[in-house]
């Protein structure tokens, strides 16, 4: 029986932040309840009629939101790595699992990770000197974030963009060091032109590949040349652009991925993270989403 095509999301969500509500906590000395901004995100992301949904990644830039909770790590202008990188207190488990709760039984929880390579890349280390050592010790950091997401999310995405720019030799076994055994299906999203990495991706230890096959349609020629049997989460809508696509320039756009991966397209999705759309065009990029994969799924 032909896999059914889920929709979902990458990661972040615009949100409408209260500046007025900011004050009012950081005079009142307490902590500015994030919740609300979740509540937000998860509310556009079921309301679209997305299968698979993220907490929107609202409270914090995706580097930060991770760095911040790891010993080893002090956050200036940019996170400076001071002593060894280690694993403390659970990152982003309390905003799962308090999504979870908001959610539908029929939609699915992705949790998502910034992959070790990418957070490396966007630290300044002043203690190992060694990017290799610093880029496995966020890996066993993330191990152990996504053991404790198991139980809540159905989903674990590992985000790292900066592998489209460079991509280290040991990318293999570095997401191996998160993924290996984990008991729920793992996706890499990997954005911006990936077409000359596509032979080390499709042998990635993961069972989904993420790219923006929206705003890089050329990478559907590429993927050609290479045998890859991975399961296909396709950018179907742009995450950079405000043009909202129509519903059927988004399913001719699938059918040209499922001309070419068949089966194996199991997801569409935005291309990346929508935090930087207005909170109206990403939702209807999403509604436009979830119609179009209705209408592949043939309801
Ligand atoms: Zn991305």
Known sequence: MKQKLKTSV???????????????????????????????????????????????????????????????CRIRERTEIIGRVEYQDPITVPDQIYTKRLLPRHVGLIGVLTGPYTLMKSSVDSFYHDEKELAFDFATALRKEAE????????????????????????????????????????????????????????????????????????????????????????????????????????THVKKAIAIFDTNVVQIAPDCGQRLLPRDIAFQKLKNLAAAGEILNGG
């Not at 919740?35 to 930060?64: C, E, L, W």
């Not at 489209?164 to 729920?184: F, V």
């Open 148 to 251: 404790l997401l198991l139980k809540h999310v159905d989903l674990i995405s590992i985000d790292e963009p900066v592998f489209s720019n460079e991509l280290p030799q040991y990318a293999n076994e570095l997401i191996q060091k998160i993924t290996n055994g984990l008991s729920r299906p793992t996706r890499l999203h990997v954005c911006g032109d990936v077409s000359r990495i596509i032979p080390q991706l499709v042998d990635m230890p993961v069972d989904i590949l993420s790219h923006e096959f929206k705003a890089s349609p050329h990478l559907f020629d590429v993927f050609q040349d290479y045998p890859c049997r991975k399961n296909m989460c396709v950018g179907a809508v742009r995450s950079d652009d405000v043009i909202v696509e129509s519903v059927e320039e988004i399913v």
């Open 10 to 72: 990458i990661g972040s969500y615009p949100i409408s932040i209260n500046t007025q509500d900011l004050i009012k906590d950081y005079f009142a000395e307490q902590q500015t309840s994030w919740t609300k901004y979740i509540n937000q995100a998860v509310h556009d992301m079921t309301s679209a009629g997305i299968n698979y949904v993220s907490d929107g990644q609202t409270r914090d830039p995706f580097i930060q939101l991770f760095t911040r909770k790891l010993k080893g």
